[in-house]
Each structure stands twice: as C-alpha cells, then as structure tokens.
C-alpha cells in the first residue's frame, strides 16, 4: 500500500502527464522553427544573422525544411517494435534524444548539411512524440481525467510555436537552439527519474505487481484490481487477434472507419498546414502589409490561443463532428481568401485597402482539425 491522499495521487498523475509533454515542447519547435529561421539562413535579414558563409538556396532551404518532415515519417515506423521491446518510457526517452541532437548540432552549425541532418534527427524526435506522448498518458493517467490530461499536449505544442514566432524572429539559431535545449534537459531529468513506465508494459511482461504499484500511486484508492483485470483482459485479446489485410477490407465498418479516418488526415495534411507553419514569416513578408512580417507572425501565434481555448469549452457539448465541420468549412474560406488575395496581387491589383486580410486568414489555416479533448482509446472509455 502507498500511504497518499486521493488528491495527492490525481495531482501526481497530472505531474506525469505534464512532465513528458515537455517532449511536445520539442515538437512545437520543430514544426514552427523554419518560419522564423528560413528568412535568416536564406538571405532575407541582416547577414550577421546567418551562421551560413552565403545565402542559401531555393533548393537548399526547402531541403532543410521538408526534411523534419521526413523525420517524422521515420518515427512511428520505428515506434510498434520499440515499445514492445522497451516499453513506452524508455521508447519516448529513445526518441528525445535525437531532439537534444539536433539542437546541439544547431548551436555550431556553420554549413548547409549541419541543418539538413538537424532537421531530420529534430524530425525523428517530433514523430516519436507526437506518435507516442497520448498514448503514455491514457495508458497511465486514470480514465476520469485522462482528457485534460490529454490536452495538455495540445496546449504544449501551441504554446512552443508561439514561443518560436515571438522569439526567433529577434535571436540568432544558435541562441534559438540553446533556449530550445532547456525543456530538452527537463524532460530528461524530470521524465526520466521521476515518472513510471506504464503500467501496460508491465503486465504485457506479466509484472503484475509492478503494474499494480503504479496504478495504486496514480489512482484515488488501493483497489485496483479490477482496472488491472481489464489491462490483462485488453492485452490477451490483442495477441490473440492477427492483422490480415483481407479481414480488414472485408468488414463493412472497419472499411468505413479506415477511410473516415484516412479522409480526415488527407484533409487536414493536404490543405497544406505544414508549408504554412514552415514559411509563414516569408509569406506574410509577401503580402506587404503596413504591419511587418515578424509582428504579423506574433499576431497570428496570439490568435491560435483564442480557438485553443473555445474547443476545450466547446468540445464536450457542440460534439467533436460539428465542430470539426466549423473548421473545415472556415479553412476553406479562408484558403480562398487567401489565394485570391495573392492571385490578385500578382496581377498588379492594389490590394492595399485589404493588407490586414493574409493576417486574418491565416489564423484560420492554422487551426485546421480541432484537438481531441479526450485522448482516450476505445478499451479505457470507461
């Protein structure tokens, strides 16, 4: 038995949850650190800002960006046989460490293949977050406050971006990458000696007492058997069903499911919300707005707060399809808009009674597919 308050148990849940999602941190990093770097490292800002002898490429500067992407490809192969070897923890603390990497690598990078091979390894680190950090928490943190919990990796990868936009604009990379080691180093330190290993993984290996010792310190009571049954229950039931593609394109509503879900992330990836995030000080320098590029960016990261904190409102009682609907249809005025604004630029229109319209806008490209307040999997719903 552990001797806690109930309150002191929940609270350290909410200590777990928080402390690996100083890996989505990293993450947030990732996906937003081309926008302010990009200007820099190919020759749009004052020269003393590009740790490069030269400007760099069109070629080389899409390299560099669209190369954390394919990093983050690579992660979630790599995922399924990690944490069935080494569990979730070690798999996350695995997968962190090619975003310590990165930034050391950027700290001294004075060459175009020192920031391709950066970007790549902060690629992998971003994929095995993104891939396993909701997981960690469902499978630990007890099922009454797994979606706040859940949410915190949202709120972590937000709050990182707009830490980027306002920061990086004004820093040199190396000094973005040494502020961006800093929650790096926590999450070793913290995450690493002072959070569990999930309690899946144990009674995977049949470790039942070590399963129970962390559902006892993370749950309100000592009684946990019955939660710890469901878990063995769970794991038998999925070594005993087998993957055949056959089997899945036969069932009417596993097809269903699929290319619902298969859709969903189309839509949401194809609107093209990466190359956004990747060049937004440099598209928003484009629209020659009175506002200059690196205050608009600001503008627009304080803007993604304001529907980060409506869907956590919204999401229990409008319904996750409604609200996904909402922002479907916004992004797609607001891609039109968009364009439209650019397409008549280009043809020599003045569009200077609208330079405020790309700032709008692009908020809503933004927030293209609304987070899941509820992280939990079908067998913890209860």
Request: glycine share 6%; with cysteine; aromatic share 10%.
């Amino acid at each position: 038995m552990i001797d806690c308050k109930p309150t002191e148990r929940i609270n350290y849940s909410y200590f777990v949850a928080i402390s690996v999602n100083f890996m989505a941190i990293l993450a947030g990093v990732g996906f937003s650190w081309s926008s302010p770097c990009v200007p820099k490292l190919s020759g749009q800002t004052h020269p003393a800002h590009n740790p490069l002898d030269h400007p760099a490429t069109i070629q080389q500067i899409a390299w560099i960006t669209s190369l954390h992407n394919l990093g983050c490809i690579v992660a979630p192969l790599l995922c399924g046989p990690l944490t069935a070897r080494l569990g979730k923890k070690r798999t996350l603390l695995v997968f962190a460490a090619p975003q310590l990497i990165s930034n050391l690598i950027l700290m001294v990078a004075k060459e175009v293949p020192h920031f391709y091979i950066a970007r790549f390894l902060m690629g992998v680190g971003t994929g095995g977050a993104t891939t396993l950090i909701q997981v960690y928490v469902v499978e630990v943190v007890p099922s009454s406050h797994r979606g706040r919990a859940c949410s915190f990796t949202n709120w972590m990868v937000t709050l990182a971006q707009d830490f980027v936009f306002v920061l990086g604009p004004y820093v040199t990379i190396k000094t973005l990458a040494m502020v961006s080691l800093v929650p790096s180093i926590t999450f070793f330190v913290v995450f690493g000696l002072f959070v569990p290993e999930s309690p899946y993984y144990f009674a995977s290996r049949r470790e039942l007492k070590e399963a129970e010792a962390i559902l006892v310190k993370t749950r309100r009571t000592d009684n946990v058997n019955e939660e710890l049954e469901k878990i063995v229950r769970y794991l038998n039931e999925e070594k005993s069903v087998k993957f055949s593609l056959g089997a899945m394109v036969g069932s009417k509503g596993v097809r269903k499911s699929f290319a619902l879900a298969v859709a969903l992330i189309m839509f949401q990836q194809f609107a093209g919300v990466n190359c956004v995030f990747a060049y937004q000080q440099s598209i928003l320098a484009e629209s020659e707005s009175s506002l200059p590029a690196d205050k608009s960016v600001m503008v627009v990261a304080l803007m993604q707060i304001i529907p980060m904190i409506l869907i956590t409102k919204l999401v229990d009682t409008w319904g996750r399809r409604k609200l996904m609907m909402l922002s479907y249809a916004g992004e797609l005025v607001a891609l039109v808009m968009f364009g439209g604004y650019f397409f008549l630029k280009s043809q020599g229109v003045d569009v200077s009674s609208v330079f405020w319209l790309p700032v709008v806008v692009f908020d809503r490209v933004h927030c293209t597919g609304w987070p899941n307040k509820d992280g939990s999997r079908p067998y913890l719903a209860n």
